[in-house]
C-alpha cells in the first residue's frame, strides 16, 4: 500500500524559520521505512503526493530522530485550509514512484 489516511496535530519548530510539520504517526512512518528501504533519497527523504481538505502538492516527508517522519507544511496550505498549531490535520499521503 503507498497511500495512507491520518490525522496528526500541526506543530512549529522550535528556532528561526518558522517551519510547520505534521508528524506521520508511527505505523505509518514504519510502512513508509519498508517500503522504501533503499531507495530513499537524500537526508533520508522520500517522494509524496499530499491531499489536506482542497489542497493537493508534491514534497518529500523527512524521517526525524525518533524514526517517525516528518511532513512540511507550507503557508499556502496552512493559508488556504486555515491550520493553525496544534489544528489536529486529516491528511492523506501517496508515495510517489513506489
Known amino acids: 500500500m503507498s497511500t495512507y489516511r491520518f490525522s496528526a496535530p500541526l506543530w512549529q519548530f522550535p528556532g528561526e524559520g518558522s517551519w510547520y510539520f505534521v508528524t506521520v504517526p508511527e505505523e505509518v512512518s514504519?510502512?513508509?521505512?519498508?517500503?522504501t528501504e533503499g531507495r530513499r533519497r537524500g537526508f533520508g527523504s522520500v517522494r509524496v503526493t499530499v491531499t489536506v481538505g482542497g489542497s493537493t502538492w508534491q514534497t518529500s516527508v523527512?524521517?526525524?530522530k525518533t524514526g517517525m517522519?516528518?511532513?512540511p507544511m507550507k503557508k499556502?496550505?496552512?493559508t488556504a485550509?486555515?491550520?493553525t498549531e496544534g489544528t489536529p490535520v486529516d491528511?492523506?499521503?501517496h508515495l510517489?514512484?513506489?
Open 91 to 93: 491528511t492523506q499521503l
Open 62 to 64: 523527512f524521517p526525524s
Open 76 to 78: 499556502q496550505v496552512r
Open 81 to 83: 485550509e486555515d491550520l
Open 96 to 98: 510517489v514512484d513506489f
Open 30 to 35: 514504519d510502512d513508509i521505512t519498508d517500503l
Open 69 to 71: 517522519y516528518l511532513l
